[in-house]
């Protein structure tokens, strides 16, 4: 008999939070996966299929019976046992909640149904221990980022990787940087001048996400400087992973664990501050994942998610209030822009879009495409990668049409799918605005006055 203490203990050891609060552990974690799970919204279901018509992975692979069967009418039957495995090839991309017209909560469903599994497993696959150490890869691979990145280009070592550990040879991989984003910050020598007077709008917390601190660090650093640039005093705490990608793992242990303790280092920095992440996917986390799907129900969560806000959100909110300076340059381009599922599902427009046109000569060509096939750490994996590809290939299409030298999106590992299988240098949304208000060239552009 299935004993869901005894397996998530077992196999996804709980970790307690500091501060007398204790996390919810991986056995409390899976216990609301098993049997709370989304499945108030179950029986809404009209077997409409409309799920079924919009799911990328669905319409590429035969390996993936569809959301409509792994959600609601298997749900129905599982009640937290025997998950059927093919329930491991959705993505998690949340296509299927958005466009369900009777609010089941498929892919939640199906995210708290893998935990389930894994539990039920005998063993995690090592590969997805290792894939879900975003902050451990940093640290490993900063000081020795010119030998890490030839490690990761070396065709023969990523075959012995793709045998071994299970992460498709083609897969992209983070490219590691010669300097932190903490080394960047206690080393630098803050610009002078500012449009707004330095630091007279009051403090805001950054939070950059364990890829935006070793990987994604120049996009960290225009973040920072923008928000300097009109008027804020940025406060980046030292911080660590958000657990998105072990929850998308199946590992709710580990993740609530994280998401905790980041919320606790986030707190550090001031209780009452507004949180801006430049990582769209774990702004989501921080939001509205960790509680509604893993269960987390920590107050420094509760505290935390009202005060995140994503980057765009937050520039295009503050436009909406007629405080964003406008005094840009003019940039004479158009790009393809893709917004990531993680973003489409927070309900917030596309203010990328908003923000971006607000460029003298800029133009943006939305990809129209429901997702990039990453989905996190799903299109590295060796018996996912060719679903991702497929899943990916229109859009990697549109952006090569589009403009076959940049293109723009906001999370970090759909920009390194989208450059990896296009080609197209793929950037978040802030570098354009960095570059509008003349802090840098934009991929090869130089910013033009704007008469
Ligand atoms: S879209 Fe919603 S109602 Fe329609 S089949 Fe899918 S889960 Fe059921
Ligand atoms: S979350 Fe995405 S991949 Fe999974 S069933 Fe829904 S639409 Fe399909
Ligand atoms: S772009 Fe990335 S975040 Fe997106 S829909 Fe695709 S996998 Fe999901």
């Known amino acids: 008999m299935f004993d869901v203490d005894t397996l998530a203990q077992r196999w996804d050891l709980p970790l307690p939070g500091k501060g007398g609060e204790r996390v919810r552990s991986g056995a409390a974690a899976v216990e609301t996966a098993a049997h709370a799970l989304a499945r108030a919204s179950l029986d809404c279901c009209v077997k409409c299929t409309i799920c079924e018509t919009a799911c990328p992975v669905m319409e590429v692979t035969e390996l993936f019976p569809g959301p409509k069967f792994v959600g609601p009418q298997a749900e129905r039957y599982r009640n937290g046992e025997s998950v059927d495995h093919s329930i491991d090839y959705c993505s998690s991309c949340g296509t299927c909640t958005r466009v369900c017209p009777q609010g089941v909560k498929i892919a939640e469903l199906n995210n708290q149904a893998r935990a389930v599994m894994r539990a039920q497993n005998r063993a995690v696959p090592v590969r997805d221990r290792l894939i879900t150490q975003t902050t451990l890869m940093g640290r490993v691979m900063t000081p020795i980022a010119p030998l890490a990145n030839a490690a990761l280009a070396n065709k023969p070592i990523r075959v012995v990787m793709e045998k071994t550990v299970g992460v498709h040879r083609d897969a992209p991989m983070p490219h590691a940087q010669p300097q932190s984003l903490a080394g960047w910050l206690r080393r630098r020598t803050k610009r002078t001048h500012t449009l707004v007077p330095a630091g007279s709008r009051g403090p805001i917390v950054f939070f950059h ?26 406060i980046v705490p030292k911080q660590g992973c958000c657990g998105l990608a072990a929850q998308s793992n199946g590992l709710y242990g580990q993740a609530s664990a994280a998401v905790v303790r980041l919320c606790e280092q986030l707190t550090a920095a001031g209780k009452d501050l507004t949180i801006v992440s430049s990582s769209g996917s774990c702004a989501g986390m921080l939001k509205h994942e960790a509680h509604e799907i893993m269960g987390v129900d920590a107050q420094v969560l509760a505290d935390v ?127 354009v605005l960095h570059a509008a208000y003349g802090l840098s060239r934009l991929a090869g552009i130089e910013p033009r006055p704007n008469h």
């Open 209 to 234: 996400g364990c890829a935006g601190g070793y990987f994604e660090v120049e996009t960290s650093k225009r973040a920072i400087e923008v928000l300097e640039h009109i008027g804020y005093e940025v």
């Open 305 to 431: 998610a009202p005060r995140t806000v994503e980057l765009s959100e937050f520039l295009r909110d503050l436009d909406d209030a007629g405080e964003l300076p406008h005094r840009f340059r003019r940039i004479d381009a158009t790009v393809a822009y893709h917004a990531p599922c993680q973003l489409k599902g927070q309900n917030m427009g596309m203010p990328a879009i908003e923000l971006m046109e607000l460029v003298p000569g800029f133009h943006v060509v939305e990809s129209g495409r429901a997702c990039c096939g990453i989905a996190g750490t799903y299109g590295l994996k060796r018996e996912k990668y060719e679903v991702a590809q497929a899943v990916g290939g229109p859009l990697f299409d549109v952006v090569r049409e589009v403009n076959p030298n940049l293109a723009v999106c906001d999370t970090e590992t759909c920009r390194w799918q989208i450059e990896q299988s296009s080609g197209v240098k793929t950037v978040h949304p802030i570098w």
